[in-house]
């Protein structure tokens, strides 16, 4: 099983990026994203639980809500984070996962991605 993140960047504050998580060797029901900053521990980002194609729960965390927002591309088994209005404050590496719980909880994911980097400039 392996997760391949990618997409991040150096972007202004205000810009977008577009984050992906292609899923092999399996195919997952619940995903979420993570980030981390210098200094600074693991932090929930999103978290979305699918059947098919079908959404059935997704969760944010405050500071990205009505920003970023995550969606999974069944055919693909690829799971994108879409983030707009980026600020300097999400700045970090990535980092997606995935597993059997839906869950905000880092360590309650079973497999992760290699993380990829978001630089937002002021």
């Known amino acids: 099983v392996q997760l391949q993140a990618s997409g991040g960047g150096l972007v202004q504050a205000g810009g977008s990026l577009r984050l992906s998580c292609a899923a092999s060797?399996?195919?997952?029901?619940?995903y979420g994203w993570f980030r981390q900053a210098p200094g600074k521990e693991r932090e929930f980002v999103a978290a979305?639980?699918?059947?098919?194609?079908?959404?059935?729960?997704?969760d944010y965390a405050e500071s990205v809500k009505g920003r970023f927002t995550i969606s999974r591309d069944h055919a693909k088994n690829t799971v994108w984070l879409q983030m707009n209005a980026l600020k300097p404050g999400d700045t970090g590496v990535y980092y997606c996962?995935?597993?059997?719980?839906?869950?905000?909880?880092?360590?309650?994911?079973?497999?992760w991605g290699q993380g990829t980097q978001v630089t937002v400039s002021s």
């Open positions: 996962a995935a597993g059997m719980t839906r869950t905000t909880w880092p360590h309650r994911y079973d497999y």
């Open positions: 060797g399996r195919t997952f029901i619940n």
């Open positions: 979305g639980s699918w059947s098919g194609g079908i959404t059935y729960y997704a």
